[in-house]
Nanobody
């Protein structure tokens, strides 16, 4: 069984920084993609950033230049460095991954709360 566990959320003032981590564990042969999404109450879950196994990254326009996604393939871990945070970045951040474990499946973490407020 595969699990994704996020950590690193919290309360931060506008302009501050946080780093989120997500580690995949279980019966994993390989991970092809890891990504972050975020969701606020009453709204859909929106794409934030993605990294492919080879290192190619992509970002939502709203976070370009402020957020950086990186990965450690050896640790099955993805990070999201968030700088210059704004109140509109507030939400529950979810880790998502495409993982080959017998067959290729998509997995979600349980989410971690990020609150940007003064």
């Amino acid at each position: 069984q595969v699990q994704l566990v996020e950590s690193g959320g919290g309360l931060v003032q506008p302009g501050g920084s946080l780093r989120l981590s997500c580690t995949a564990s279980g019966s994993i042969f390989s991970i092809t993609t890891m990504a972050w999404y975020r969701q606020t109450p009453g709204k859909q879950r929106d794409f934030v950033a993605r990294i492919l196994r080879g290192g190619t990254t992509s970002y939502a326009n709203s976070v370009k230049g402020r957020f950086t996604i990186s990965g450690d393939n050896a640790k099955n871990t993805v990070y999201l460095q968030m700088n210059n945070l704004k109140p509109e970045d507030t939400g529950v951040y979810y880790c998502n991954a495409d993982i080959l474990s017998g067959r290729l499946n998509n997995y979600w973490g349980q989410g971690t709360q990020v609150t940007v407020s003064s």
